[in-house]
């Protein structure tokens, strides 16, 4: 059987519809031509790091416009899940700061996300595979242990360290 088609009450939300693609990169662009370093305390990162990464993740998180809607461009998705990385906001409150939608942003921060571990894994190292990395892990371990314990009481933070015998 199949379902009543439903006329929706609005597409997009007012806040949205304004949103292009000129004002989205001229709010980036008024950023990283400010002499202060906003920018870079926006996305946590100079300008040609986040050039870089874009040139990384670009062939695989660019979306093609439609004829409904554009797309949003790499630069905000790159921008919009650095900033989630960076500050730990809520997809509620980056919806209004780059006028995308929470459900995209949902759907957006992973997608990138995983773009970024594909692009970077070749400049990642991997530790603990071989014996000795292992060991210096375990050792590493065992001396924190040894020399000092960390208790939490009533919101207040207090080090143990061992007394000398």
Known sequence: MKRKWRRR???MLTIHRNRTKQTMDNQLAEM????SGEFDN?????NSDFEFLIQKVSPIVAKQDTDWREAIPVKIRLALTLRYLATGDSF???HYL???SSQLISRIVPEVCLALNEALKDFVKDWGRNKEEKQWIE???TMWNKC?????DDRKYFVLQKTKA
């Open 9 to 11: 009450r609005w597409w």
């Open 32 to 35: 990283l031509a400010e002499p």
């Open 42 to 46: 926006f996305v946590r990162m100079s």
């Open 92 to 94: 509620r409150s980056l």
């Open 98 to 100: 780059f006028k995308v």
């Open 139 to 141: 050792d590493g371990k």
């Open 148 to 152: 000092s314990k960390r208790m939490w």
